[in-house]
């Protein structure tokens, strides 16, 4: 029985990935999902594991085991300094580790996708397609995704899912780039911005075959950056820029960026604990931090009022402080480092896309613990599976 199962993985993952377009990211905001990212990524770790145990590959749990040993470590650290609740504290934990531990996961399940699964989840991406192209036609207010954002990162994830099954022909290029402009219709500038570097990523790798680090695509990349950069300008310019002068709700974004950085400094190396800043709990649960600091005062972070406490991912690495930030940056690193030396140029690719958008989305949402940053997450963790060695990734992370 036991075996049955495991042998049922490749088929799981592919099925599982499928439902997760559908009900993680299509359908989440209309049906009221709430933690259905949540229950996936447990469900996803406890087959996993099962898997992996079953196939002695005991290996793979230390990144895993390390994983939770850091995060048992702040939820205890949280504790000691009464950062917030214990249900806040907890809550923020579950939300913060679940992207890396969807990631590991997938790691750790080792799935193939088949000729097959690929073209199901290759049709599945196309009738998605069309789903969007109607609500950006007909929905001109996203009720359906709830807020336009909600919309462009739904088809962002489109996007993904059809680059990862299908080969990169022109006639697929040409028809991927289609897909993702139907992000066109959310007239959000950060999609703009992703839209640019995706198209000039593309074109360059279709010429030069590779995404290696090397000091050409470094330059490559600067421009490309900065492209992103002037194409979302005005929205840059009108959170971080105009905010500052402001005294109502525009100053809330770059008020909590500033608060972040002292943030490093006051609780410096370890942060201000769970559940403080810039998370969901800590607006579910008011974090003591936005009142010694004076940001209850501010429109849209008061207790009556914490709408814009989530609008970006950065200040919730202050909780972390200086050593969580290192640890952060230090796993994207490994992950730039670990596709440009063992992947091949397509993986390479998907791995640079994903990465620029969570960067992106970084600056005005916290996308990365959401339903779709989950979902982004099990496709990076796929990739990381393809290696041509075939020397486990988690290995190498």
């Not at 650290?77 to 806040?88: D, E, L, W």
Request: aromatic share 18%; charged share 10%; net charge positive.
């Amino acid at each position: 029985m036991l075996s049955q199962i495991v042998g049922f993985k490749h088929q799981f993952f592919s099925f599982f990935l499928a439902f997760g377009l559908i009900f993680g990211v299509i359908l989440y905001e209309r049906l009221d999902l709430n933690y259905t990212d949540e229950l996936m990524a447990c469900i996803l770790f406890f087959y996993a594991s099962l898997v992996a145990w079953k196939e002695h590959r005991y290996q793979d749990f230390k990144p895993v085991l390390l994983l939770i040993s850091i995060f048992i470590f702040y939820i205890l650290y949280s504790f000691c300094i009464h950062a917030n609740t214990p249900a806040a504290i907890l809550s923020d934990a579950v939300c913060e580790i679940k992207p890396f531990l969807a990631f590991y996961a997938v790691i750790l399940l080792s799935p193939k996708l088949s000729a097959r699964d690929n073209s199901m989840l290759t049709i599945l991406g196309l009738i998605a397609s069309c789903f969007l192209l109607i609500i950006g036609l007909v929905d001109t207010h996203f009720n359906f995704f709830v807020h336009y954002s909600r919309y462009a990162t739904g088809v962002i994830c489109t996007f993904l899912l059809l680059l990862l099954c299908c080969n990169y022909s022109w006639k697929n290029v040409m028809l991927l780039l289609l897909v993702l402009s139907l992000g066109f219709f959310s007239t959000r500038s950060k999609f703009y911005g992703f839209w640019t570097v995706t198209v000039l990523l593309l074109t360059y790798f279709k010429y030069t075959g590779s995404l290696r680090m090397k000091w050409s695509f470094f330059f490559f990349l600067l421009f490309v950056l900065c492209m992103a950069a002037w194409v979302a300008r005005e929205k840059i310019i009108i959170y971080y820029v105009d905010g500052m002068l402001s005294s109502r709700e525009m100053w809330s974004r770059p008020a909590m960026l500033l608060t972040s950085l002292q943030i490093l400094v006051d609780y410096f190396p370890l942060g201000s604990g769970l559940a403080t800043i810039g998370s969901f709990a800590s607006a579910q649960h008011y974090s003591h931090i936005y009142v010694d600091y004076g940001l209850d005062g501010l429109w849209g972070l008061t207790r009556q009022n914490p709408m814009y406490v989530c609008d970006s991912y950065i200040p919730v690495l202050a909780q972390f402080g200086i050593v969580g930030l290192v640890l952060y940056i230090w796993f994207w690193a490994k992950i730039l480092l670990t596709a440009s030396r063992k992947l091949l140029p397509r993986w390479q690719l998907v791995v640079w896309l994903i990465f620029i958008f969570f960067l992106i989305e970084a600056v005005a949402d916290t996308t990365f613990t959401h339903n779709r940053g989950l979902f982004v997450m099990l496709i990076l963790g796929y990739v990381f599976t393809q290696q041509s060695s075939h020397s486990h990734a988690s290995a190498q992370l």
